[in-house]
Structures are given as structure tokens and as C-alpha cells.
DNA sequence: TAAGAATCCATGATATCCCATAAATATCCA
DNA sequence: TGGATATTTATGGGATATCATGGATTCTTA
């Protein structure tokens, strides 16, 4: 199993400390570096949480832009500039850095939602509007899954 | 054998354990996830079933989305974030989450019905609604099954 | 030496595992 | 073919391990 699935609602306590769901554990298990990377989203306020080995990746598809282009640069310093490494704890837990649970307006609880190869938290009352807002798109744009390569 | 094929009913204990009907196991016995992927349907008030193979299928076919466009992440959000991977205990049994028996109104019995590639669960009584009414729609409207992908 | 981090430990809830039973099905053998 | 014996299944219950969570203790380092 590598992939993320579903979505847990966990609390963060006094200290910013919040368990990473044990099946979210369980897919970045085969990692050297044990622990997420997490970065704002620029769309949505919620954070974006990927596996360190990704963010290799990640490097590969931006340089799928122009090399020097605006878009890139601003794609680069967003993600790269901005991304923290957190380290689970010996109970899989991660510390929550104040600017991130700032920018999701992160409470009592935080939502940890499977995305696939990735995962976003979230607020669980703006994930719930957020859901909703996400199937409704899916529905009115009639948004469909490519076959193979080549989707927008 | 890999289709889920005709109707099994069984009882949801008081734990939530329910046993997947053997015949369903045996199409999932070559997939290294022994388990299924549960979501709630949006059609219908039931679940859908999936091997988990499908869902690493859709996140492939998801890469194909720039990571982190609109249509993407709407996709990611109500195909993964709304789903659920079980793993089947020693005994071949799920645990259905609380989420789970409530949408599909699940009492003491529920329904597998196998559906080809995919199955659903139903509250028994519910789905003998349902299937009077999929008889009368395929019967009234002459549906027919395409010869290959892309039908009418 | 005080503030913040990291590590460790305790606990209740819940899931996981293991075994027992009973019914249904399959298998075997004279 | 008949009938006795195994297997497989679905189901229930209890023991055990895991997980999320809170608090305490130790370690850094400013």
C-alpha cells in the first residue's frame, strides 16, 4: 500500500503536536527520511503534505516550465523556499509549526486528507465545504479521468 | 474467476465486522492489498466496492493532471479523500466504519451484490427497491450493453 | 538557567488476532 | 451410489496488540 487514502481527524494539542494517521505512517514507511514535507497550498488554505522521495519529483515536473519563466520561479520559491521536513516522533507524531497551522487555521483538530500519491490538512470544518465544493465541480464541469497521458 | 458475480447477504456483528462473501475474495486473491477500497456511492444510498488495484489504476491515470490544477485536485479530493481501504481480518471479515452504516442505512444484515469489475453493499430491503427498479428501467428504456468502450 | 525541543512513559479506546462452533459444501471410499 | 468424513464458510467471543493522546522528563541552546 502506497498510497493515501481517506481522511482522519486528529487533534493537535497544546504543544502543535499532532499524530500522522498510522496507515499514512504505513505508506512513507519505506522512506529514508522518516517523517512528511509539508508546504501551503496555493489554492486552497490547507497545507500540502507529500513524502520526501516526491519531492524529487516534484523538481522534474517544474522543470517542465521554462527554466527562467515567471511562473517558474514563483513555483520554485513557493514550494522549495517554503517547505519545512518534519520528522515523526517516536509515536508518529509531527510538531505543527505556528505559520502552518496559521495559514489552515488549524484548531483544536486537523483533517488528514489521502489525495492519492499526496495529502492535504486541513481545518475538518473547511474540508467539509471544501468536499462538497470539490464533488460539485466534479459534477457540473463533468470532469473525467484520462486514459492515458495527455489531460489538461 | 475476477468478476463479482450475484448477491450475498450477511450479518454486521456488533463490532461492525462483516464477512466479504468467499466468492468475492477469491476475485481479490491475486492483488497484494488483501482488502477492498469502500466509498460511498453518489448515485444511490450504498457503497461501492473496489479492489485496490483500481484505485492505484486512478491514481495513474490522475498523474496525468498537472499536480496541482484544479481538476486535479478536485478528482483527488472526492475519489480519495472519500474512501476507505479495509483489510480483511484472518477470517476474511471487514470492519465497516461508522460513517460507512450510517449512509447506506446498514442494520443487522447488508447486501454484497456483485457488479462485474466493482460491487456494491445495500441495506437487504433497500436494494430489493432498487433492483425492481433497475429491471423496470432497463425493460422501459430498452438499455442495452455496448460492444466495446465509448457506447452511445 | 530558563525556554523550547525532543524523548519517554502511561492510558483508554479500538482494532487485530486467535480460537470455537455450526452449517453448508465438498471429498472420499467401500 | 450411499454414506461417512473432511473442508470451507459464516459467525461469535475473548485475548492481545496498536493507536491516538496527554503528561512528565530529559536534552539543547540561547
Redesign the pocket.
Known amino acids: 500500500m502506497t498510497l493515501f487514502l481517506s481522511t482522519?481527524?486528529?487533534?493537535?494539542?497544546?504543544?502543535?503536536?499532532?499524530?500522522?494517521?498510522?496507515?499514512f505512517?504505513?505508506a512513507l514507511a519505506d522512506q529514508t527520511f522518516q517523517g512528511v514535507v509539508l508546504f501551503r497550498s496555493h489554492g486552497h488554505a490547507c497545507i500540502e503534505g507529500f513524502p520526501q522521495s516526491f519531492m524529487a519529483e516534484l523538481s522534474d515536473r517544474l522543470d517542465n516550465f521554462d527554466l527562467f519563466s515567471a511562473d517558474q520561479d514563483d513555483l520554485a520559491t513557493s514550494i522549495f523556499g517554503e517547505s519545512v521536513q518534519l520528522?515523526f516522533?517516536?509515536?508518529?507524531?509531527i510538531?505543527l509549526p505556528a505559520n502552518i497551522i496559521e495559514y489552515a487555521d488549524l484548531g483544536e483538530?486537523c483533517a488528514f486528507v489521502g489525495m492519492g500519491r499526496k495529502f492535504q490538512i486541513w481545518n475538518p470544518s473547511a474540508f467539509e465545504a471544501r468536499k462538497s465544493e470539490a464533488r460539485e465541480n466534479v459534477k457540473s464541469r463533468g470532469v473525467t479521468i484520462p486514459k492515458t497521458a495527455g489531460g489538461a
Open positions: 482522519f481527524i486528529n487533534k493537535v494539542d497544546r504543544k502543535g503536536r499532532v499524530s500522522v494517521p498510522a496507515s505512517r504505513a520528522p516522533d517516536g509515536d508518529g507524531r510538531i483538530q
